[in-house]
């Protein structure tokens, strides 16, 4: 029986990882963490009873508290409660879908207790890779990437002579958005951006997936991940999205991971690693597919991508502010209080006026992140 805890059980990766675990006899919840949405962690603890469960917010915390006193369930809050998580003794495999920077600390956390990682917080690499790759090898952890385009590559490697690995192609579908021109994009709504042509996540994911940010997210996380140098990890958009990422070798083979996109692949390679699990869903039909096609990006159109090139390549604090400026002005997007063109401005203007901190600690990680926010705040108002 392999004891999986899930932050972020209420978003869209932890509600899938709970599919496959329903599915999976010896997998058991152990741990569940979520944000604000008390209803449905309320059924979760029901159906899978785990040992203890974590609100982030106080009032959701004792809210939930009132709701689930009937069954033991031992319910804690805030950061407190998710470090309390990250190192029970009884979790084996810590699935990190929580989004934004508070996953870096319960990883850290996990890793310095021995935990495998289930790997969906982009932060956690993009803002600290330098502490947490070092960690997980001095401790000897695996961290398993979640992601659709992270697990393709470790997919392409595994088994391979990594020290061959000359380059990795990252694919990305473009978007709701591809082939647009900045002027065709000053005007876009909310509902536009919302609607991805081949993936079902959630509405943060999905425009960074519009903008491009979040392949810019995924550049750095792979540089972090497979000690890629970032003049080795290619953009390639790939609208079909059959082919999640690529690897090429030395002879200059390329070896290419495939599938329908469905996330539930990717979550199961992790919980079931090194094994392949039974998994229902649609599989490649090649010759309804006919043709597979591939674009360079357009990085003057969809700027943050070109941005998070700008950031990796600085290096230290920069990548934390890159982060948290999308993370706001996402958030001030989807609050309709700024237009669809006006996030990678805000996240140039973020990284320029920032005085950058070398091989940031976390305090210094969370301190860019809140001096970003404050910074963007004065910039709207």
């Not at 449905?40 to 959701?60: H, L, N, T, V, Y």
Request: aromatic fraction near 6%; glycine fraction near 8%.
């Amino acid at each position: 029986m392999k004891k999986i805890a899930i932050l972020g059980s209420t978003g869209s990766i932890g509600t899938q990882t709970l599919e496959i675990i329903r599915s999976n006899g010896d997998l058991k919840v152990v741990a569940l963490a979520a944000g604000s949405n008390v209803e449905q962690m309320e059924k979760q603890i029901r159906e899978f009873s785990p040992r203890i469960a974590a609100m982030w917010s106080e009032r959701a915390c004792e809210d939930l508290r009132a709701r689930v006193k009937d069954t033991g369930v031992k319910i804690v809050c805030g950061m407190e409660g998710l470090l309390e998580i990250a190192v029970m003794d009884e979790a084996e495999v810590l699935v990190t879908a929580i989004v934004g920077m508070i996953g870096i600390r319960p990883t850290i956390a996990a890793i310095e207790s021995g935990k495998t990682i289930a790997l969906a917080n982009k932060e956690t690499l993009v803002t600290a890779g330098h502490i947490i790759m070092p960690l997980a090898e001095k401790k000897g952890v695996s961290i398993l990437p979640v992601d659709s385009e992270h697990s393709a590559i470790y997919q392409s490697m595994n088994g391979e002579n990594t020290r061959r690995a000359e380059k990795i192609f990252l694919t990305a579908s473009g978007g709701p958005f591809r082939g647009k021109t900045a002027e065709e994009l000053e005007n876009i709504r909310v509902e536009d951006a919302l609607k991805h042509p081949n993936w079902a996540m959630g509405k943060k994911i999905t425009i960074d997936s519009a903008t491009m940010v979040n392949k810019g997210l995924e550049v750095m996380e792979a540089k972090w991940l497979f000690g890629m140098d970032l003049d080795r990890i290619e953009v390639v958009v790939h609208p079909q999205s059959i082919i999640h990422s690529m690897v090429e070798y030395a002879d200059g083979a390329v070896i290419a991971q495939m599938g329908m996109p469905d996330m539930k692949l990717p979550i199961a390679y992790a919980l079931f690693y090194p094994d392949r699990r039974p998994l229902e869903g649609r599989r490649v039909d090649f010759f309804q597919l006919g043709t597979l096609t591939f674009e360079r990006p357009d990085l003057e159109t969809f700027k943050g991508l070109k941005l998070a090139f700008e950031a990796a390549r600085q290096g230290g604090s920069v990548p934390a502010v890159y982060n948290a400026a999308n993370e706001k002005a996402v958030s001030l997007f989807l609050e309709r209080k700024i237009g669809f063109m006006q996030i990678p401005e805000l996240i140039e203007a973020s990284m320029r006026q920032h005085r950058k901190v070398d091989a940031p600690k976390v305090e210094e990680i969370l301190q860019a992140e809140q001096e970003t926010y404050e910074f963007i705040e004065r910039v709207i108002n």
